[in-house]
Nanobody
């Protein structure tokens, strides 16, 4: 069974930075890897995603210019570097692996495209 373990969440003032990590128990090459977030009372939304083993990344409008998704394949770790954080970024952040082999991830934007999830890590940004 594929397992994902997240770390790096915490509390930070507005304008600060956090780097989230997601370690995966087995290779994720040619699977889409995604970061999602969910705030209370809101739908889970994609923040960023990337094709495992490749360097093409995709971002939500709110994440563009502030967040960077990357991967260290030798360590089987996916990162989300978050800069210039805003209070509206406050949410539980989840790492997920897609259900199917892919050659690109531009269409894998919905949580239903992902079959394995981490436990989530809380990010709180104060004003």
């Amino acid at each position: 069974q594929v397992q994902l373990v997240e770390s790096g969440g915490g509390s930070v003032p507005a304008g600060g930075s956090l780097n989230l990590s997601c370690t995966v128990s087995e290779t994720y090459r040619y699977y889409c890897m995604g970061w999602f977030r969910q705030a209370p009372g809101k739908e889970r939304e994609r923040v960023a995603n990337i094709l495992g083993g490749h360097g093409t990344e995709y971002y939500s409008d709110s994440a563009k210019g502030r967040f960077t998704i990357s991967q260290d394949n030798s360590q089987r770790t996916v990162y989300l570097q978050m800069n210039n954080l805003k209070p509206e970024d406050t949410a539980i952040y989840y790492c997920a692996r897609g259900k199917f082999y892919r050659t690109g991830c531009s269409n894998d934007l919905h949580p239903d495209s992902y079959g394995y999830w981490g436990q989530g890590t809380q990010v709180t940004v104060s004003s």
